[in-house]
């Protein structure tokens, strides 16, 4: 099975943004479909958006409008660029291959001031 490794977060102000990557080892998005996720402090996981490999895409009610779902299979990578960051955007983001249930190891992001 392939790895996944998510990078980009970070701390930022509310209105800020932020791009979350998402890196597989292999060509394993191909023909699968990628979701994010989020756990925050004292909460459950929650799922964020999902992008198949049709190229369509759906949004939590929360981040619709706010977050954009993007893959490029030639680089492996699934991308959420987070825009209008609001304090409860403050979570560790996860990737998952839903098809496979393989997840990654979450990178966290903060939204404060």
């Known amino acids: 099975q392939g790895q996944l490794v998510e990078s980009g977060g970070g701390w930022v102000q509310p209105g800020g943004s932020l791009r979350l990557s998402c890196v597989a080892s292999?060509?394993?998005?191909?023909?699968?479909?990628v979701g994010w996720y989020r756990q925050a402090p004292g909460k459950e996981r929650e799922w964020v958006a999902t992008i198949f490999s049709t190229g369509s895409t759906h949004y939590a009610d929360s981040v619709k409008d706010r977050f954009t779902i993007s893959g490029v299979s030639a680089k492996n990578t699934v991308y959420l660029q987070m825009n209008s960051l609001k304090t409860e955007d403050t979570a560790v983001y996860y990737c998952?291959?839903?098809?496979?249930?393989?997840w990654g190891q979450g990178t966290l992001v903060t939204v404060s001031s």
């Open positions: 292999g060509s394993i998005f191909r023909a699968n479909a």
């Open positions: 998952k291959i839903i098809n496979l249930g393989i």
